[in-house]
């Protein structure tokens, strides 16, 4: 079946812009979760979806970041005023229900704040 | 603080050279210790899940190991294609986020 899908693959942009990140889980899967990867280091979690339940947005940096989920499907990472430090690659992962089952990873966003 | 410390940070191997890498954590109440394997550009690609303590997993030329504080993934006769990144990662007690350590990035020369 299809695997968690990503969009766009790369995105380029100037410092001060926002920028829309989409991820399409896992069809069936209920719980959803954002991780960031800076070149060079190890994932960082940003944020969790569960079902209905409000977003755990524990890991997010700053107020310039938030994210959406519509029920159980799509979800999109939006980061305001986009910084250089913001440049990563962005990777999306789904579950079948919260995070002690398996998470499955997309192939993530590269984002280039230049 | 839940804490997950891979080692080596790189190890490089010759076709065929069998070696061990190593995961130690530092979480209350495990809930499960997860590897995945990353390719460069790629998202991590989910290996095996560990629960309790004596637990070994197979796959291929892979083999992943569980102790109370870490766990082994072992690479027997490995080949050029095993050369890739691969994470440990440990959830936290709520369920809700998994944390990863640095990773070990494997070469594997023919």
């Known amino acids: 079946g299809a695997g968690v899908s990503q969009s766009p693959s790369n995105k380029v942009t100037e410092k001060g812009k926002d920028v829309e990140l989409r991820c399409d889980p896992i069809?069936?899967?209920?719980?959803l979760y954002w991780y960031r990867q800076r070149l060079g280091q190890g994932l960082e979690f940003l944020i969790y979806f569960q079902g209905n339940s409000a977003p755990d947005k524990s890991g997010l940096p700053s107020d310039r970041f938030s994210a959406e989920r519509t029920g159980e499907s799509v979800s999109t990472l939006t980061i305001q005023r986009t910084q250089q430090e913001d440049s990563a690659v962005y990777l999306c992962a789904s579950s079948l229900g919260p995070a002690f089952d398996t998470q499955y990873f997309g192939p993530g966003t590269r984002l280039t704040v230049l | 603080e839940d804490q997950v410390t891979q080692s080596p940070e790189a190890l490089r191997l010759q076709e065929g050279e069998s070696s061990s890498l190593n995961c130690s954590y530092t979480?209350?109440?495990?809930?499960?210790l997860f590897w995945y394997r990353q390719d460069p550009g790629k998202g991590p690609e989910f290996l095996f899940t560990?629960?309790?303590a004596g637990e070994e997993k197979e796959k291929e030329r892979l083999k992943a190991t569980l102790t109370k504080k870490e766990s082994f993934l072992h690479i027997t006769a490995p080949k050029p294609e095993d050369s890739a990144t691969y994470l440990c990662a440990a959830p936290n007690n709520a369920g809700n986020m998994l944390t990863f350590g640095g990773g070990t990035r494997l070469m594997v020369k023919p």
């Open positions: 069809s069936g899967h209920t719980a």
């Open positions: 979480v209350s109440g495990l809930r499960g």
């Open positions: 560990l629960y309790s």
